[in-house]
């Protein structure tokens, strides 16, 4: 695999991860405001974002494992 293609996918984890804690907790710091039960929605956003990310994060680097093990493998076979 190329470097600029393991860059990338690396790169896309990292807005991933991003994204998917800020979004939910932005969600429920809005609705905190609008309910007025800061923090609770707040921190309930933050943990949905959490489990989110974990799951999704594992998802994608499984991937990119396999693909690096997949590589691998084909240039094992030239040899």
Excluded: C, H
């Amino acid at each position: 695999m190329k470097r600029w293609a393991i860059a990338l996918q690396l790169t896309a984890v990292g807005w991933y991860i991003a994204l998917s804690l800020l979004i939910p907790s932005g969600i429920g710091l809005w609705l905190d405001k609008k309910f007025n039960s800061l923090p609770l929605l707040t921190f309930i956003g933050l943990s949905l974002g959490t489990i989110i990310m974990i799951y999704g994060v594992y998802r994608m680097l499984r991937q990119f494992q396999a693909a690096m093990e997949e590589e691998d493998r084909s240039t094992r076979k030239s040899d």
